[in-house]
């Protein structure tokens, strides 16, 4: 036993991804995405939960006051470390002005076709300067207060869980929804990609296999993924 372990706890030992030489892995703070959880490579373990946001403004006065009630309670025990993350996107318009081109392509009418340009561009003046998206994140990490029931990468998986059914709990009394994702990786990975990759997550999809490389437990499971690379339907998609 070494004079770190009494002192600081029991290290959980990393695993190290290979990396190509000048490759993004070189910079990018990511280790890994494991069990919904993203692990960075200065050992933190952060998880991301998405929440679909309400407007305050156009609550009665006795549910802005509940609402105030329960989320400064939810604050007196959140995560010491917890962000608030409020990403802020131009609005995609291009599978919208493709579509009004090809009917602007189609029509014979002159006065029918000034109609759609000019319908194109005010769409396109009100992406450049008005409309936009926005996506709210709840962002928190493991402490080592949290006391997980074991020094290991599950004991802080299921821990971080804990937290955040905590969070959901105290969200959903504000009227604050916390996204339900079926696969919790392929959601972060995700995530990441789009903030990493802020334009060209816009117009190229991640591959596939990326999914395939994390995890068959946690990410889309093998026959799926096959489907997928097939043209096919999913199982979830067939039932529906």
Same mark, same amino acid.
């Given at each position: 036993?070494?004079? &770190?372990?009494? @002192?600081?706890? #029991? ?9 190509? $030489? %000048? ?11 494991? %069990?919904?959880?993203?692990?960075? #490579?200065?050992? $933190? ?30 604050? &007196? ?21 493709? $579509? ?5 392509? %189609? ?8 109609? @759609?340009?000019?319908? @194109? ?37 299921? $821990? ?21 994702? #079926? ?28 999914? %395939? ?16 690379? #097939? ?10």
């Amino acid at each position: 036993m070494g004079l &770190k372990e009494p @002192i600081f706890g #029991k290290q959980i030992k990393q695993a190290h991804a290979a990396q190509y $030489r %000048n490759s993004t892995q070189g910079w990018l703070p990511v280790l890994d995405v494991q %069990n919904g959880v993203v692990i960075t #490579k200065d050992d $933190r373990y952060v998880k991301i939960l998405e929440i679909m946001p309400v407007n305050f403004y156009l609550k009665s006065a006795i549910e802005q006051q509940n609402i105030i009630f329960y989320f400064s309670s939810y604050l &007196k025990i959140a995560p010491d470390n917890l962000q608030i993350k409020i990403v802020t996107q131009k609005a995609d318009i291009d599978g919208y002005v493709a $579509r009004m081109k090809g009917f602007l392509d %189609n029509e014979v009418s002159e006065n029918c076709r000034r109609m @759609i340009e000019d319908n @194109i561009q005010e769409v396109a003046y009100l992406a450049a300067n008005e409309a936009v998206t926005r996506r709210f994140f709840l962002v928190f990490q493991y402490e080592s207060r949290m006391k997980a029931r074991s020094d290991t990468l599950q004991g802080i998986v299921e $821990r971080l869980r804990e937290e955040e059914q905590t969070a959901r709990r105290y969200l959903d009394l504000c009227g604050l929804e916390v996204v339900s994702v #079926k696969y919790a990786d392929n959601f972060q990975l995700e995530l990441l990609y789009s903030f990493i990759n802020k334009k060209t997550s816009r117009r190229t999809r991640l591959p596939l296999g990326v999914y %395939n490389m994390i995890s068959r437990m946690h990410g889309i499971e093998e026959q799926e993924l096959d489907a997928l690379e #097939k043209g096919g339907e999913t199982q979830d998609e067939a039932q529906e």
